[in-house]
């Protein structure tokens, strides 16, 4: 799923004006809170655990309106607990994401 940046553009642009550095730190406040939850998602142990950072990652993704995240992390609250083909799929939006940012 490619990461889809309109959005996401616009929430960050609306947050930042015309502060250039603000926006590099917004930028990278959600690439760091998107790989805590993935980090999170990764060690669960327990059901518990996998839907609370599956939420949690809803939750960053929906507050930067970056919707095709919304939707990966729809589907990890939707999965079993530790299904790999959802981590891989969100671990893929965040290095694309990454590698788009520079």
Same mark, same amino acid.
Do not use: Y
């Given at each position: 799923? +490619?990461? @889809?940046?309109?959005?996401?553009?616009? $929430?960050?642009? #609306? #947050?930042?004006?015309?502060?250039?550095?603000?926006? /590099? @730190?917004?930028?990278? !406040? =959600? #690439?760091?809170?998107?790989?805590?939850? %993935? *980090?999170?998602?990764?060690?669960?142990?327990? *059901?518990?655990?996998?839907?609370?950072?599956?939420?949690?990652?809803?939750?960053?993704? +929906?507050? =930067?309106? !970056? *919707?095709?995240? %919304?939707?990966?992390?729809?589907?990890?609250?939707? /999965?079993?607990?530790? @299904?790999? $083909?959802?981590?891989?799929?969100?671990?893929? =939006?965040?290095? @694309?994401?990454?590698?788009?940012? *520079?």
């Amino acid at each position: 799923m +490619a990461f @889809e940046s309109g959005n996401f553009d616009a $929430t960050l642009a #609306a #947050a930042a004006g015309e502060d250039p550095a603000l926006l /590099a @730190e917004l930028r990278v !406040a =959600f #690439a760091e809170s998107v790989a805590r939850q %993935i *980090d999170l998602l990764k060690r669960s142990r327990c *059901d518990a655990n996998w839907e609370l950072a599956a939420q949690r990652l809803k939750g960053v993704a +929906a507050s =930067f309106h !970056a *919707d095709s995240l %919304i939707v990966l992390a729809q589907e990890a609250v939707d /999965a079993a607990p530790g @299904e790999p $083909t959802v981590v891989r799929r969100i671990e893929a =939006f965040h290095r @694309e994401f990454v590698g788009g940012s *520079d």
